[in-house]
């Protein structure tokens, strides 16, 4: 065994894709492993995707991680999500529709995992509570509440891989009189079932992908208006008629919300979808990465390893098109660096790396379009160095492309559209309804649909 020891803080997707890289070391023959330990908050593996009906703090006190929402599908093609080495096929045996609902995602990500080989180095119910690094020692102390035992734990690393996520501690901004608001006000953090909000006049505050898919759930559901109020430009779709956009809320009076363009309507509900605040309360200044949901953040040696001290690993900090196959290249790129196949170049280098991903950052016109690409070059820059399975990431980045306009056509139908796995090139199979008309998203009756092989035109 390799004399090092390494922490992953967090077991959703990134931690997993960290622990299974070395799994896929090990399983090549790789004898010269570190020791790892995978602190996990939740009481399982999954990060986001492990669905809790809870809000608010857990069960031990400890603030609830997800976000994700009863009756929540895919809001991209399962195509660009999937993994290098572990295909659609591979897992379900047969074609499914392109958007499944996020029980059947859950699945997939969670079927590559052998259970076994890798729940034995996680330690759950074990939120991180402080990291220290030892500029004599050059190690870290790593200190947890294991909520198993009743006690805090402590124990000393070489590296420290952060894996905590981003979508989970609500960024929540004050109207004037929100206060004195009679109905719900919520985060879309805390937002869970559709079906309360039915025959309910409800307004979304934020025009992002929260605002979009929630407001979209409410409709389907059955609200009885939705507005949707948006800073600094409208989502643009063509909503149904019970669905409008307006500008920002500048306050309340009671129960009625008044807007930048003059106008007001009475609500029984406030969802602020006004996303997440980095939030790394177990870190000090020295080792947290202060960032906001962006395409490349700061400090970052290849968006992995943190400038002031490259033994501090981020994974999956950077804003999402590409998911789980982007969290596997970081993860195994990690890992050479770690198992000290690939060296960190010395400051400048990194410096000057850095510079040039940054500028081309800053270069973007915020479009979609210019964003997928920057992302898929990012990945390229990675891949290109490491022995993760190749996988066609520019063709993935095109479908990226296409689910915008799709979403742009129809943004209530875009979920009954197909795409051929870049992968497999497997096409998808078509939903049996319109997707306004499934209304159970469970694994089980979402894979018991009558799926119909699409047409090709
Ligand atoms: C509402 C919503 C819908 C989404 N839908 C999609 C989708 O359709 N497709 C898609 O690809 N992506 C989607 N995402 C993005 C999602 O974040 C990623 O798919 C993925 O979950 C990111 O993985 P992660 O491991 O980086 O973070 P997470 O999944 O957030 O996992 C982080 C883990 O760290 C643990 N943790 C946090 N703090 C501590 C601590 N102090 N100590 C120990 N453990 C800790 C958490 O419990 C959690 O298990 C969605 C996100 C949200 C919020
Ligand atoms: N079905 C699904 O798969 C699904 C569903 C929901 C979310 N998600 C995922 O969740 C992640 C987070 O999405 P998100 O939409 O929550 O966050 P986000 O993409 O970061 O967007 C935040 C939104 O809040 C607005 N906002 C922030 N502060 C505000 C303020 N003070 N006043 C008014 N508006 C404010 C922003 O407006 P500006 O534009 O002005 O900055 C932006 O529209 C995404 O990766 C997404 O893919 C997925």
């Known amino acids: 065994m390799l004399n090092k020891k390494i922490a992953i803080l967090g077991g959703g997707p990134s931690g997993l894709a960290q622990l299974r890289a070395f799994e896929a070391a090990r399983l090549a023959g790789n004898k010269n492993l570190p020791e790892i330990i995978c602190y996990e908050k939740q009481n399982d593996i999954g990060g986001m995707w492990n669905y809790t009906w809870r809000t608010g703090l857990d069960k031990n006190g400890e603030p609830v991680h997800g976000s994700m929402y009863r009756y929540l599908w895919s809001n991209g093609p399962k195509e660009c999500l999937e993994f290098a080495d572990y295909t659609f096929d591979e897992h379900f045996g047969r074609a499914i529709p392109s958007y499944p609902p996020r029980a059947v995602l859950k ?59 981003h979508f989970s501690t609500p960024n929540m901004p004050y109207f004037k009189g929100v206060e004195d608001f009679p109905g719900r006000v919520l985060h879309a953090h805390d937002f869970r079932d559709a079906l309360e909000f039915e025959n309910k006049d409800v307004l979304m505050i934020g025009s992002s992908y929260s ?93 992995i390893f943190f400038h002031d001290n490259p033994k501090m690993i981020y994974l999956g900090m950077h804003d999402q098109y590409y998911t789980f196959n982007k969290l596997d290249v970081q993860a195994w790129y990690a890992r050479d660096v770690i198992l000290g196949d690939k060296a960190i170049p010395n400051a400048e280098e990194r410096l000057a790396d850095m510079k040039i991903w940054q500028d081309r950052h800053q270069a ?84 018991s649909l009558d799926f119909v092989e699409a047409t090709v035109d």
């Not at 991180?128 to 790593?142: C, G, I, Q, S």
């Not at 939705?226 to 920002?248: A, F, H, K, Q, V």
């Not at 009954?416 to 992968?423: D, G, H, R, V």
């Open 107 to 165: 699945d997939y990500i969670l079927g590559r995992i052998d259970e076994e080989a890798i729940k034995k180095y996680i330690r759950f119910e074990c939120p991180v509570r402080w990291v220290e690094y030892d500029d004599a020692t050059e190690k870290f102390t790593v200190t947890v509440m294991n909520h198993k035992t009743g006690e805090q734990e402590t124990d000393i690393f070489d590296y420290v891989v952060v894996a905590t996520g």
């Open 364 to 447: 973007l016109d915020g479009s979609d379009d210019q964003n997928i690409d920057f992302q898929a070059d990012y990945i390229l820059d990675l891949l290109a160095t490491i022995d993760y399975p190749d996988f066609p990431v520019k063709a993935q980045g095109e479908l990226f492309k296409q689910w915008l306009r799709d979403k742009e056509e129809d943004i209530m139908g875009f979920r009954e559209k197909t795409y051929a796995s870049t992968m497999t090139n497997t096409m998808a199979t078509e939903l049996p309804a319109p997707w306004l008309e499934i209304k159970d998203d469970s694994l089980e009756s979402f894979m």
């Open 211 to 303: 605002a979009e898919d929630i407001a979209s759930q409410c409709y389907k559901y059955g609200a009885k208006s939705i507005t949707i109020s948006y800073r600094s430009e409208p989502i643009g779709y063509d909503w149904p008629d019970n669905m409008e956009e307006r500008p920002l809320v500048t306050h309340f009076e009671g129960n009625v919300a008044y807007f930048k363009d003059g106008t007001s309507k009475a609500f029984d509900a406030i969802m602020m979808c006004t996303g997440y605040l980095f939030h790394f309360p177990f870190l000090p200044d020295e080792l947290r990465l202060d960032t906001h949901n962006c395409m490349y953040p700061e400090h970052l040696y290849k968006g």
